[in-house]
Protein backbone atom coordinates (compact mmCIF):
# COMPACT_ATOMS: atom_id res chain seq x y z
CA UNK A 1 0.00 0.00 0.00
CA UNK A 2 1.75 2.93 -1.64
CA UNK A 3 -0.93 5.52 -0.68
CA UNK A 4 -4.43 5.46 1.68
CA UNK A 5 -6.70 6.82 -0.98
CA UNK A 6 -10.30 5.65 0.54
CA UNK A 7 -11.00 2.29 2.21
CA UNK A 8 -13.61 1.04 -0.76
CA UNK A 9 -11.91 -1.83 -2.04
CA UNK A 10 -9.69 -2.79 0.64
CA UNK A 11 -9.81 -6.20 1.82
CA UNK A 12 -10.93 -7.50 5.16
CA UNK A 13 -7.59 -8.73 5.67
CA UNK A 14 -5.76 -5.30 4.56
CA UNK A 15 -8.18 -3.43 6.96
CA UNK A 16 -7.70 -5.89 9.93
CA UNK A 17 -3.99 -5.48 9.52
CA UNK A 18 -4.37 -1.85 9.80
CA UNK A 19 -6.50 -2.09 13.01
CA UNK A 20 -4.23 -4.53 14.28
CA UNK A 21 -1.14 -2.23 14.09
CA UNK A 22 -3.59 0.27 15.45
CA UNK A 23 -3.27 -1.55 18.53
CA UNK A 24 0.46 -1.79 19.06
CA UNK A 25 0.58 2.32 18.83
CA UNK A 26 -1.92 2.89 21.42
CA UNK A 27 -0.27 4.73 23.98
CA UNK A 28 2.65 5.56 22.66
CA UNK A 29 4.18 8.86 23.28
CA UNK A 30 2.19 9.25 26.40
CA UNK A 31 3.53 9.37 30.10
CA UNK A 32 6.26 6.54 30.34
CA UNK A 33 5.60 5.04 26.81
CA UNK A 34 8.39 6.15 24.72
CA UNK A 35 8.15 7.97 20.80
CA UNK A 36 8.99 5.49 18.31
CA UNK A 37 11.56 6.68 15.23
CA UNK A 38 10.39 4.91 12.43
CA UNK A 39 9.82 7.98 10.55
CA UNK A 40 12.83 9.77 11.60
CA UNK A 41 14.15 12.13 9.53
CA UNK A 42 11.25 12.34 7.21
CA UNK A 43 9.15 15.07 6.67
CA UNK A 44 5.43 14.74 6.66
CA UNK A 45 3.25 17.65 5.55
CA UNK A 46 -0.48 18.37 6.53
CA UNK A 47 -2.13 20.19 3.62
CA UNK A 48 -5.15 21.33 4.77
CA UNK A 49 -7.49 23.19 2.37
CA UNK A 50 -10.40 22.71 5.11
CA UNK A 51 -11.13 23.43 8.47
CA UNK A 52 -10.04 20.76 11.16
CA UNK A 53 -9.74 20.55 14.87
CA UNK A 54 -9.22 16.21 15.64
CA UNK A 55 -7.64 15.22 11.88
CA UNK A 56 -5.33 17.82 11.45
CA UNK A 57 -4.28 17.84 15.47
CA UNK A 58 -4.18 13.89 15.50
CA UNK A 59 -1.78 13.96 12.25
CA UNK A 60 0.30 16.37 13.20
CA UNK A 61 0.85 14.73 16.96
CA UNK A 62 1.28 10.92 15.00
CA UNK A 63 3.82 11.51 13.47
CA UNK A 64 5.99 13.82 15.64
CA UNK A 65 5.35 10.30 18.09
CA UNK A 66 6.96 8.66 15.33
CA UNK A 67 9.78 11.00 15.11
CA UNK A 68 8.98 12.73 11.97
CA UNK A 69 9.29 16.53 10.85
CA UNK A 70 5.66 18.14 10.47
CA UNK A 71 5.10 20.98 8.42
CA UNK A 72 1.30 22.43 8.32
CA UNK A 73 -0.40 23.89 5.50
CA UNK A 74 -3.12 26.10 5.51
CA UNK A 75 -4.92 28.28 2.43
CA UNK A 76 -5.37 31.19 4.70
CA UNK A 77 -1.75 33.48 4.18
CA UNK A 78 -0.32 30.98 1.22
CA UNK A 79 -0.12 31.61 -2.55
CA UNK A 80 -3.24 30.02 -3.12
CA UNK A 81 -4.86 33.52 -2.64
CA UNK A 82 -2.85 34.53 -5.44
CA UNK A 83 -4.32 32.32 -8.03
CA UNK A 84 -1.58 29.37 -7.45
CA UNK A 85 -3.38 25.84 -8.52
CA UNK A 86 -3.77 22.98 -6.00
CA UNK A 87 -1.03 21.02 -7.81
CA UNK A 88 1.47 23.67 -8.06
CA UNK A 89 1.28 24.26 -4.39
CA UNK A 90 1.96 21.23 -3.79
CA UNK A 91 4.87 20.40 -5.70
CA UNK A 92 6.53 23.57 -4.65
CA UNK A 93 6.22 22.07 -1.23
CA UNK A 94 7.73 18.82 -3.06
CA UNK A 95 10.48 19.96 -4.00
CA UNK A 96 11.65 21.23 -0.33
CA UNK A 97 12.08 17.80 -0.03
CA UNK A 98 9.24 15.74 1.51
CA UNK A 99 8.18 12.13 2.33
CA UNK A 100 4.11 12.30 2.69
CA UNK A 101 1.05 14.46 2.53
CA UNK A 102 -1.90 14.49 4.18
CA UNK A 103 -4.68 16.22 2.68
CA UNK A 104 -7.96 17.46 3.26
CA UNK A 105 -9.84 19.23 0.48
CA UNK A 106 -13.65 19.79 -0.53
CA UNK A 107 -12.84 18.41 -3.83
CA UNK A 108 -13.69 14.70 -4.19
CA UNK A 109 -10.98 12.96 -6.13
CA UNK A 110 -8.35 15.91 -5.10
CA UNK A 111 -5.70 13.23 -3.30
CA UNK A 112 -6.15 10.63 -6.09
CA UNK A 113 -5.12 13.58 -8.24
CA UNK A 114 -2.21 14.47 -5.80
CA UNK A 115 -0.66 10.90 -6.38
CA UNK A 116 -0.76 10.91 -9.88
CA UNK A 117 1.11 14.55 -10.02
CA UNK A 118 3.47 14.01 -6.79
CA UNK A 119 7.26 11.82 -6.98
CA UNK A 120 6.65 7.95 -6.55
CA UNK A 121 8.41 8.25 -3.36
CA UNK A 122 5.74 10.72 -1.77
CA UNK A 123 3.18 9.67 0.12
CA UNK A 124 -0.20 10.82 0.02
CA UNK A 125 -3.28 9.76 2.85
CA UNK A 126 -6.70 11.47 2.31
CA UNK A 127 -7.46 13.15 5.11
CA UNK A 128 -11.10 13.70 3.75
CA UNK A 129 -12.09 15.19 0.42
CA UNK A 130 -15.49 16.48 -0.07
CA UNK A 131 -18.55 14.12 0.19
CA UNK A 132 -16.18 11.36 -0.98
CA UNK A 133 -14.30 9.06 1.74
CA UNK A 134 -12.84 9.81 5.21
CA UNK A 135 -10.58 6.38 5.61
CA UNK A 136 -9.08 7.05 9.10
CA UNK A 137 -12.02 8.77 10.54
CA UNK A 138 -13.77 5.17 9.65
CA UNK A 139 -10.71 2.95 10.84
CA UNK A 140 -10.89 5.05 13.93
CA UNK A 141 -14.48 4.50 14.46
CA UNK A 142 -13.94 0.54 13.48
CA UNK A 143 -11.26 0.52 15.70
CA UNK A 144 -13.37 1.87 18.86
CA UNK A 145 -16.20 -0.83 18.32
CA UNK A 146 -13.55 -3.04 17.93
CA UNK A 147 -12.01 -2.46 20.79
CA UNK A 148 -15.48 -2.06 22.81
CA UNK A 149 -17.37 -4.65 21.84
CA UNK A 150 -14.75 -7.31 20.81
CA UNK A 151 -16.06 -7.55 17.32
CA UNK A 152 -17.41 -6.35 13.90
CA UNK A 153 -18.62 -9.35 12.33
CA UNK A 154 -22.36 -9.82 13.28
CA UNK A 155 -22.65 -6.51 14.74
CA UNK A 156 -25.52 -4.25 13.57
CA UNK A 157 -24.14 -0.66 12.97
CA UNK A 158 -26.36 2.31 12.47
CA UNK A 159 -25.32 5.39 11.00
CA UNK A 160 -27.62 8.25 11.52
CA UNK A 161 -28.20 11.73 9.79
CA UNK A 162 -26.46 13.53 6.78
CA UNK A 163 -25.38 10.53 5.04
CA UNK A 164 -25.70 12.13 1.43
CA UNK A 165 -22.76 14.84 2.46
CA UNK A 166 -20.67 12.63 4.42
CA UNK A 167 -17.44 10.90 3.39
CA UNK A 168 -17.14 9.32 6.83
CA UNK A 169 -20.46 7.40 5.96
CA UNK A 170 -18.85 6.35 2.90
CA UNK A 171 -15.80 4.82 4.67
CA UNK A 172 -17.45 3.46 7.17
CA UNK A 173 -19.70 1.83 4.63
CA UNK A 174 -16.69 -0.21 2.88
CA UNK A 175 -14.53 -1.11 5.84
CA UNK A 176 -17.76 -2.20 7.83
CA UNK A 177 -19.51 -4.27 5.06
CA UNK A 178 -16.06 -5.88 4.64
CA UNK A 179 -15.64 -6.51 7.91
CA UNK A 180 -18.51 -8.68 8.27
CA UNK A 181 -21.10 -6.16 9.75
CA UNK A 182 -24.52 -5.19 8.82
CA UNK A 183 -24.98 -1.43 7.90
CA UNK A 184 -28.15 0.11 8.15
CA UNK A 185 -28.09 4.05 7.19
CA UNK A 186 -31.09 5.96 8.44
CA UNK A 187 -31.63 9.76 8.13
CA UNK A 188 -34.37 12.26 6.36
CA UNK A 189 -34.93 10.73 2.62
CA UNK A 190 -33.31 14.03 0.88
CA UNK A 191 -30.20 13.04 3.08
CA UNK A 192 -29.98 9.66 2.00
CA UNK A 193 -28.83 9.06 -1.71
CA UNK A 194 -31.13 6.72 -3.31
CA UNK A 195 -28.56 4.39 -4.93
CA UNK A 196 -26.76 3.95 -1.33
CA UNK A 197 -28.25 0.35 -1.68
CA UNK A 198 -26.08 -0.56 -3.81
CA UNK A 199 -23.09 -0.20 -1.11
CA UNK A 200 -24.59 -3.08 0.62
CA UNK A 201 -26.55 -1.61 2.73
CA UNK A 202 -30.45 -0.93 4.13
CA UNK A 203 -32.06 2.03 4.03
CA UNK A 204 -34.78 3.17 6.89
CA UNK A 205 -36.28 6.16 7.37
CA UNK A 206 -37.82 6.39 10.68
CA UNK A 207 -34.65 5.73 13.59
CA UNK A 208 -37.34 4.17 16.35
CA UNK A 209 -37.95 1.22 13.69
CA UNK A 210 -34.66 0.39 13.49
CA UNK A 211 -32.66 1.52 17.09
CA UNK A 212 -33.95 -1.90 18.48
CA UNK A 213 -31.59 -3.83 16.52
CA UNK A 214 -28.16 -1.58 16.98
CA UNK A 215 -25.27 -2.42 18.16
CA UNK A 216 -23.49 0.76 17.33
CA UNK A 217 -24.90 4.58 16.87
CA UNK A 218 -22.74 6.72 15.01
CA UNK A 219 -24.29 9.78 14.50
CA UNK A 220 -23.52 11.67 12.11
CA UNK A 221 -23.03 15.84 12.05
CA UNK A 222 -25.93 17.86 9.95
CA UNK A 223 -23.32 19.40 7.53
CA UNK A 224 -24.85 22.66 7.12
CA UNK A 225 -21.83 23.95 4.81
CA UNK A 226 -22.24 21.54 2.12
CA UNK A 227 -26.15 22.22 1.58
CA UNK A 228 -26.96 24.04 -0.88
CA UNK A 229 -30.82 24.52 -0.25
CA UNK A 230 -32.77 23.67 3.29
CA UNK A 231 -33.12 19.69 2.85
CA UNK A 232 -35.45 19.46 5.81
CA UNK A 233 -37.63 21.34 7.06
CA UNK A 234 -36.17 22.62 10.44
CA UNK A 235 -33.66 21.51 13.19
CA UNK A 236 -36.07 21.17 15.26
CA UNK A 237 -37.57 18.60 13.14
CA UNK A 238 -34.75 17.02 12.47
CA UNK A 239 -34.13 16.84 16.26
CA UNK A 240 -37.26 15.19 16.93
CA UNK A 241 -37.07 12.65 14.35
CA UNK A 242 -33.09 11.83 14.25
CA UNK A 243 -31.77 13.39 17.32
CA UNK A 244 -30.62 10.96 19.93
CA UNK A 245 -31.83 12.08 23.53
CA UNK A 246 -32.00 10.12 26.96
CA UNK A 247 -36.02 9.14 25.75
CA UNK A 248 -35.02 7.78 22.55
CA UNK A 249 -32.07 6.09 24.39
CA UNK A 250 -34.87 3.96 26.64
CA UNK A 251 -35.41 2.34 23.13
CA UNK A 252 -32.14 1.03 22.53
CA UNK A 253 -30.25 -2.10 23.04
CA UNK A 254 -29.05 -1.16 27.34
CA UNK A 255 -25.34 -1.70 26.23
CA UNK A 256 -25.94 0.33 22.59
CA UNK A 257 -21.98 2.03 21.95
CA UNK A 258 -22.88 5.40 20.54
CA UNK A 259 -20.31 7.07 18.40
CA UNK A 260 -20.12 10.65 16.79
CA UNK A 261 -17.11 11.93 14.17
CA UNK A 262 -17.36 15.02 15.54
CA UNK A 263 -17.97 18.01 15.51
CA UNK A 264 -21.44 17.60 16.87
CA UNK A 265 -24.06 19.57 17.13
CA UNK A 266 -25.23 19.42 20.94
CA UNK A 267 -29.00 19.59 20.87
CA UNK A 268 -28.89 18.36 17.45
CA UNK A 269 -27.99 14.95 16.28
CA UNK A 270 -27.09 14.23 19.91
CA UNK A 271 -27.99 15.78 23.58
CA UNK A 272 -25.36 16.56 25.78
CA UNK A 273 -26.15 13.81 28.67
CA UNK A 274 -26.41 11.06 25.84
CA UNK A 275 -23.43 12.31 24.20
CA UNK A 276 -21.38 12.27 27.85
CA UNK A 277 -23.48 9.36 29.11
CA UNK A 278 -22.59 5.70 29.90
CA UNK A 279 -22.74 4.35 26.62
CA UNK A 280 -20.98 7.25 24.65
CA UNK A 281 -17.13 6.32 23.44
CA UNK A 282 -16.71 9.76 21.29
CA UNK A 283 -13.34 10.74 23.38
CA UNK A 284 -12.30 7.41 22.88
CA UNK A 285 -12.96 7.81 19.23
CA UNK A 286 -10.06 10.73 19.65
CA UNK A 287 -7.83 8.53 20.98
CA UNK A 288 -8.17 5.76 19.11
CA UNK A 289 -7.49 8.08 16.45
CA UNK A 290 -3.90 9.21 17.22
CA UNK A 291 -3.22 5.43 17.00
CA UNK A 292 -4.71 5.05 13.60
CA UNK A 293 -3.12 7.42 11.98
CA UNK A 294 0.29 6.48 13.66
CA UNK A 295 -0.49 2.84 11.71
CA UNK A 296 -0.99 4.45 8.81
CA UNK A 297 1.98 6.60 8.76
CA UNK A 298 4.03 3.67 10.00
CA UNK A 299 2.68 1.12 7.17
CA UNK A 300 3.40 3.33 4.12
CA UNK A 301 6.70 4.66 5.28
CA UNK A 302 7.15 0.75 4.86
CA UNK A 303 6.16 0.66 1.07
CA UNK A 304 8.44 -0.02 -1.57
Known amino acids: ?134 PTQALLDILTIRAKLGRLAGLTVGLVGDIAHSRVARSNIHALTALGAKVIVCGPTTLVPADVTRLGVEVADKLDDVLPRCDVLNLLRVQFERQRSGLFPSIREYRLLFGVDGERMKKAKPNVLLLAPGPINRGVEVTPEVADGPNSAILDQVTNGLAVRMAVLSELSKAA
Open 1 to 134: MRHLLGLEGLSAAGLTRLLDAAETFAGVGVGDVPKRDVLKGKVVVNLFYEPSTRTRMSFGLAARRLGADVLDFSPSGSSTSKGETFIDTAKNIEAMGIDMVVVRHSSPGAPHMLAKHLKPHVRVVNAGDGAHEH
